[in-house]
Each structure stands twice: as C-alpha cells, then as structure tokens.
C-alpha cells in the first residue's frame, strides 16, 4: 500500500509499509542512489523502513531529495531551506516538511508497550494522573502513548543530547480526544520553552508533531 495520508497544512505525510524493500526501491527515482546505503542495513524490516521515508519524501516534495544527517543524528535536505522530521514505527513511516527550523513529528504503533514503560518517562505528577486511570483501558494505553510521542516529539525540537524524557520533558495535563493538541513545557535549556504539539489518535497509530 502507497502513501496512507498527505496534507498540506502542515506538509505532512504517512506511508503505511505494505512493499518488500525491493518493491520500495523500484519505486525510486534514480534507485541506483540509494542501493549501497540501503545494503548497509541487514535488518529486512528496517530496510522497509529506511526506503519508505525516501518514498515519502518523493512524494511530499514532488522530485527526489536527498536526506542528510548531522552530528547529533538529526535529519536535515542538504541545499534545501525546509527542514524536516522523520518518524517510523512497526509498519509505518512518517514525514513532516517545514520552514519553521526544528519541526518534529513522532508516531507509535497502538499497543500496550507507553502505558507498561510509563515509569520511565513520566514525572510524578504525569505518573499520578496515569495511575488514576483504569490500568487495562484503552483510553489510558491511548493516553500514555501520545505523552510518549510529545515528548519525543519535544525531543526532536530541541535536537539536544542529555535530554531527560521524566525530568526535562512535562506534559501539562490536557482534555483527551481522538485528535486535539497538548502544551509540554521543557526545562532542559534556560529558556523553558513552552511547545503546543498536535496529536491524532486512530486505530492502528498515534501520530504527533509540531511544525
């Protein structure tokens, strides 16, 4: 299955990774390019993965485009002035294009997996708000991944190492929805921004990012 969805505003798009990394490569302009850098990668699923951002971006920016990566592991289009964030979970990619100069964007298949780990990126007052809800429900699993995501989200903003997700990353407490936004302060830098990150919540993913 191709591109899954593609909006304008953001520039934004999600790929849900149905193609062996054969089909995806074939499905490259200039697919030469990309075969010695997608060899490096043994991992079949990752090599799915690796291809299918490449795809994306082909789709979202109309010609081919050439992803790079800086010291600290961020993305970045070399002789481009829009920036980007990639994210890509169990049998999904996504991409978020912007002018805006740290955009980030962040999705996690629908499982258990945020609402079991929550200890470990959760400050005590994001902890106390998880523990009063239903441990088994759906609408807490759902919440504690989209904390996840913001935060990964937030993460990829500051594009900074030694960020602590518990300590430095807050998600302020929000009004849950299938789709709406939250504001999570960061107290890693002197200036404590404040950054609203955009959620959706659906069946098979939670998707966030903020342009």
């Known amino acids: 299955m191709p591109l899954l969805h593609k909006y304008e505003s953001p520039r934004m798009g999600i790929w849900k990774i149905t193609e062996s990394w054969e089909e ?10 990309y075969y010695s850098g997608m060899m490096e990668i043994s991992s079949g699923n990752r090599r799915r993965e690796w291809l299918a951002v490449r795809l994306l971006l082909q789709h979202l920016s109309g010609h081919e ?6 010291g600290n592991g961020s993305p970045f289009l070399p002789g481009s002035a829009c920036n980007i964030s990639i994210s890509h979970t169990k049998g999904f990619a996504a991409i978020l294009l912007s ?9 996690e298949y629908r499982s258990e997996r945020a609402w079991k780990l929550r200890g470990k990126y959760m400050n005590e007052n994001e902890w106390n708000r998880m523990m009063s809800l239903p441990d088994n429900g759906n609408v807490a699993t759902a919440i504690a991944t989209v904390c996840w995501c913001a ?10 190492t030694g960020v602590d997700f518990s300590e430095h990353l807050c998600v302020e407490p929000f009004g849950f929805s299938e789709e709406g936004f939250l504001l999570l302060e960061e107290k890693y830098t ?3 921004q ?9 069946g098979e993913y939670i998707l966030t990012w903020k342009e």
Not at 24 to 33: A, F, G, I, P, T
Request: hydrophobic share 35%; aromatic share 8%; glycine share 6%.
């Open 24 to 33: 995806l490569l074939e499905s490259l302009v200039n697919k030469d390019v």
């Open 65 to 70: 485009a050439r992803i790079g990566y800086r």
């Open 194 to 202: 404040r950054f609203r990150i955009n959620y959706r919540v659906t």
């Open 99 to 107: 002018e805006n100069k740290n955009p980030g964007i962040d999705m």
């Open 151 to 160: 935060k990964e989200t937030a993460f990829k903003i500051l594009g900074e």
């Open 190 to 192: 002197e200036r404590h």
